[in-house]
């Protein structure tokens, strides 16, 4: 990939696609092609192929995808298995007719089966039953990798797939009812934090910015009844469950480091054209809620919602392959923690709120 290759990032607005599109003009890659979805909807094949055919793009990262977090994928299932797969079909198909010299498809860490062993090895693919609750977006994204080592193998084309961790970062989705844990989380203690202070004009500007706040939050935060003096975060499930976490800079820079490095044909003569993406390291969602009260420092009480599902009960990758190729991740949880908090206060204040 040279400074002056015409590189298509698919999804430059969301959580991963931004964070790719930072790190590469970061390095100095100045022929970016970038489409919001009002300009280019990836679900319409006919939009898509007209797309690739003007602009003939060499190099093709794919963060464009329907995601979501827990309730979300359970509530739209259906969204989640169209979205996806007509989103990859139409991108790679359209990718091997017009040449694109490498392309790095983005699957997940939730495609491996439930009761993996973990740490999950990329050979452990389709070994078992998936977790139901995201089981639609799942088979989407297997369909995809499938379709990268398909097309490899019959077209002779260089489509790599790698698998990301549970992500965090700037661009993610605070919405409480859409969103992954971690977002939720910083913005739950960042408003029980506004509703101590009594500071309600913050909370109508946090509202407007980042979704509405669900009832029960709302209820539990004592929003709708100032008087109560200790608001409660309240985390979905019973906290047992262990996730791995990994900033999406960090993400990004793997990205860019395996479309530099590796080859798909070379990889799949060793097994390796899927490489998971993480740190290695997991912990109790419980954790995570303690970690993320200290950082955004609220002292008030956690309650456990166990009307709410836990989903797959751990998700930690094995990442001995990308480490083997000599990469590693720079930013810790609390540092990541962090700078994501940081960074939606201050995208708060951009938009108005303090
Ligand atoms: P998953 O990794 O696909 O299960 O996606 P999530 O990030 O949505 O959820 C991870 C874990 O965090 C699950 O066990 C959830 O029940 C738990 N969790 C705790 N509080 C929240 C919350 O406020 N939002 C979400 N999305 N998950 C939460």
Redesign the pocket.
């Known amino acids: 990939m040279e400074k002056d290759s015409k590189i298509y990032i698919a999804g430059h607005r969301g959580l991963v696609g931004s964070a790719i599109a930072r790190s590469l003009n970061a390095l100095g890659y100045t022929n970016l092609i970038l489409r919001t979805s009002r300009e280019l909807d990836l679900k319409r094949q006919a939009e898509v192929e007209a797309f690739f055919a003007r602009e003939r793009p060499e190099y093709v990262f794919m963060a464009a995808a329907r995601v979501?977090?827990?309730?979300?994928?359970n509530t739209y299932p259906a969204d989640f298995i169209y979205d996806n797969i007509a989103i990859q079909t139409n991108l790679i198909h359209a990718s091997y007719i017009n040449g694109v010299k490498k392309l790095l498809f983005l699957g997940s860490?939730?495609i491996y089966p439930r009761h993996c062993p973990q740490p999950m090895k990329e050979e452990y693919l389709l070994t078992g039953p998936l977790?139901p609750?995201?089981e639609p977006y799942a088979v989407a994204k297997i369909a995809g990798i499938k379709m990268c080592q398909s097309y490899n193998r019959q077209y002779g084309t260089n489509f790599m797939s790698v698998m990301p961790t549970?992500l965090y970062g700037p661009n993610d989705n605070f919405d409480?009812e859409?969103?992954?844990?971690?977002?939720?989380?910083i913005r739950?203690f960042h408003l029980a934090k506004l509703t101590l202070e009594k500071d309600r004009e913050c909370l109508a500007r946090d509202e407007a910015q980042y979704g509405s706040i669900p009832g029960d939050?709302k209820a539990a935060l004592g929003i709708a009844c100032p008087s109560r003096l200790t608001p409660r975060v309240?985390?979905?499930?019973?906290?047992?469950?262990r996730?791995e976490f990994l900033h999406v800079d960090d993400l990004a820079d793997a990205c860019i480091f395996i479309m530099r490095h590796v080859n798909a044909t070379a990889a799949a003569a060793s097994n390796s054209d899927i490489i998971n993406i993480g740190c290695g390291q997991d912990l109790a969602?419980k954790e995570?809620?303690e970690l993320t009260r200290e950082v955004v420092g609220f002292e008030g009480e956690l309650v456990?919602?166990t009307t709410?599902?836990?989903?797959?009960p751990q998700?930690l990758l094995d990442v001995s392959k990308l480490k083997g190729l000599g990469w590693e991740p720079k930013i810790g949880l609390r540092d990541g923690i962090r700078r994501t908090y940081e960074w939606y206060r201050q995208s708060g204040k951009d938009t108005g709120s303090s």
Not at 178 to 185: E, G, N, R
Not at 308 to 312: F, I, Q
């Open positions: 979501g977090g827990i309730l979300a994928n860490s939730c977790e609750t995201n549970n409480l859409t969103s992954h844990v971690l977002p939720a989380l739950k939050i309240t985390v979905w499930g019973t906290g047992g469950p996730r969602i995570l809620a456990f919602d709410k599902p836990d989903g797959t998700k």
